[in-house]
């Protein structure tokens, strides 16, 4: 349970690892970085579009497996939304949540979640465009940085230009790499000794 609940403090509050990672990062290089950006291309939201990922957690030898999709749209007030699917798969027991976002030229925000949708945003996943440097809140006084653009290697293959954006939320310090036009490759992501690492496994376009 322990690392079902990380990944709901993940998905859904770090818009939801205090680590040297770059040391221990396989398949990882960094780039020079001038004048390259990125706008949702690194965040595609079409409609039925999955992305799977393999989790491994310090300190235990157990794996997970988490699959995000977009899954039709919803109203909150008088704005569209799409919903935001997250299936946690471990051992034969299925979690699944749901969380509602808005995907523009400018940002990715959440507006709540079918039990308490809301009209105005209710935080920040990603602000557009994605250049290292760049920041923003992403809720309340959480805020992510793109910290650098690096090659990476991931388990479903190998990509180039990858953003690797930093999320701070109180004592959990994520990290996310984006790839262009396929989306986030991999996180990792720490709360004190804590530590838990996903790579995608698979998508599905």
Do not use: H
């Not at 709901?8 to 990672?21: E, G, R």
């Not at 250049?131 to 653009?149: D, I, R």
Request: hydrophobic content about 35%.
């Amino acid at each position: 349970m322990k690392g079902i609940n990380m990944f709901k403090k993940y998905w859904f509050i770090f818009l939801a690892l205090a680590l040297t990672i770059t040391a221990i990062i396989t398949g990882c290089e960094t780039l020079q970085t001038t004048g390259t950006s990125g706008g949702r291309e690194y965040f595609p939201n079409t409609d039925g579009y999955s992305w799977t990922y393999r989790a491994t957690f310090s300190g235990t030898t157990e794996t997970q497996t988490l699959k995000i999709s977009f899954s039709g749209t919803a109203t909150a007030g008088s704005l569209t939304v799409q919903k935001w699917k997250s299936e946690i798969f471990s051992g034969t027991a299925v979690y699944t949540s749901e969380s509602y976002l808005r995907v523009t030229d400018a940002d990715v925000k959440y507006y709540g979640d079918p039990t308490y949708p809301s009209t105005i945003e209710t935080g920040t996943f990603l602000a557009f465009p994605l250049k290292v440097g760049s920041k923003w809140f992403t809720y309340g006084t959480s805020e992510a940085n793109v910290v650098a653009l690096e090659n990476i290697t991931v388990l479903l293959g190998a990509y180039n230009n990858c953003f690797k954006v930093k999320a701070s939320s109180g004592s959990i310090n994520t990290y996310m790499w984006f790839a262009q036009n396929i989306g986030c490759i991999k996180v990792q992501q720490t709360m004190g000794t804590f530590e838990v690492n996903m790579d995608l496994t698979s998508k599905n376009f």
